[in-house]
């Protein structure tokens, strides 16, 4: 059984379209909940960190929140930039090591 | 902030060869550090882990062992390729402190003929 699961796989929106991705997770006891962008052919970079239900996070046209099963990455007018593959992990108590990551969700922005 | 080089970038080996892919860390000392592969459709799959030189731990049981032979160096090796050995290779580093992000090199293309 998946304990991340993102939506949709993939998802095309015009420029200036805001839309939300989802991670939902089912560990027991979440450490911290982490968002990558990942562009193609490249390794994920990191863009946020949240830790505790109720946290937010912003960063440019994007904006990270986390309920006790979910997180939600917010993407307010996008540009064709933000094209990439966007990647949820949990880090779940007990672990001071592992990510579990999602499948990820693609993520593509047109003109 | 810690930069991760791998290398080689792409690699084409041929079935029962060798393996060697090698990781190095920059701006951060006795950083954690981690083998991802990631395959198409099937997210992340943590291979190995290491909190210190010479310390190993294995993900899953595979064709695949890794070294620390340094602080700052991680290697990925196998004696004899399989095809279901290809895939995209991930090095990560975190900075050792518990709930950190972890970051990621910009990985090796492996190809399996």
């Known amino acids: 059984e998946d304990q991340v699961t993102q939506s949709p796989e993939a998802l095309r929106l015009q420029e200036g379209e805001s839309s939300s991705l989802n991670c939902s997770y089912t560990v027991s006891g979440l450490r911290g909940l982490f968002w990558y962008r990942q562009d193609p052919g490249k390794g994920p970079e990191f863009l946020f960190t949240?830790?505790?239900a109720g946290e937010e996070k912003e960063k440019e046209r994007l904006k990270a929140t986390l309920t006790k099963k979910e997180s939600f990455l917010h993407i307010t007018a996008p540009k064709p930039e933000d094209s990439a593959t966007y990647l949820c992990?949990?880090?779940?108590?007990?672990?001071?090591?592992?990510?579990?990551f999602g499948k990820g969700t693609l993520l593509t922005v047109n003109p | 902030s810690q930069t991760i080089h791998q290398w080689p970038a792409t690699l084409v080996q041929p079935v029962g060869s060798p393996l060697s892919l090698e990781c190095t860390v920059e701006?951060?000392?006795?950083?954690?550090l981690y083998w991802y592969r990631q395959a198409a459709g099937r997210g992340l799959q943590l291979l190995f882990y290491?909190?210190?030189?010479?310390?190993i731990s294995s993900e899953v049981p595979q064709n695949l062992s890794a070294s620390r032979p340094q602080d700052r160096q991680f290697i990925l090796s196998s004696k004899k390729l399989l095809l279901s050995d290809s895939g995209f290779y991930l090095c990560a580093s975190d900075g050792g402190y518990s709930n950190q992000p972890q970051h990621f090199g910009d990985g090796t293309r492996l190809s399996i003929l």
């Open positions: 992990a949990v880090r779940q108590q007990g672990s001071n090591y592992k990510l579990t």
């Open positions: 701006g951060t000392s006795n950083p954690n």
């Open positions: 949240l830790y505790s």
């Open positions: 290491s909190v210190g030189i010479g310390q």
